[in-house]
């Protein structure tokens, strides 16, 4: 689920609906598929609020930078993850980003 944002970038809204099947399908059965889907719907939604905040700084040129900070982020951060996830076990903890707050539990 975590290479589902990089690929948002490709296909439209690829980013919210493939973590969200995998959590209604497999992620019913296994809770690591679970708490990865759940992670990558976190990042999606934190990194939103983000940008709406952004948006209006950006008439103070720090706004700017900020998108700029966000987006090196948005391509480093789903990488950095799903490599973690790729090389783990079921014993391993689910890799968390950092950086966002996460309001799916």
Aim: net charge positive; glycine share 4%.
């Amino acid at each position: 689920s975590h290479w589902s944002f990089l690929i948002g970038f490709v296909v439209p809204f690829a980013s919210i609906i493939l973590p969200l099947v995998l959590l209604n399908t497999t992620g019913k059965t296994d809770r690591f598929v679970a708490e990865n889907a759940k992670e990558a719907l976190n990042l999606l939604i934190a990194s939103f609020i983000v940008a709406l905040c952004c948006i209006p700084l950006a008439f103070i040129i720090i706004g700017f930078f900020m998108l700029i900070a966000l987006g090196i982020c948005l391509i480093v951060f789903p990488i950095i993850a799903a490599i973690q996830t790729m090389s783990s076990t079921m014993s391993t903890p689910v890799y968390r980003y950092p950086l966002i707050f996460r309001l799916i539990k």
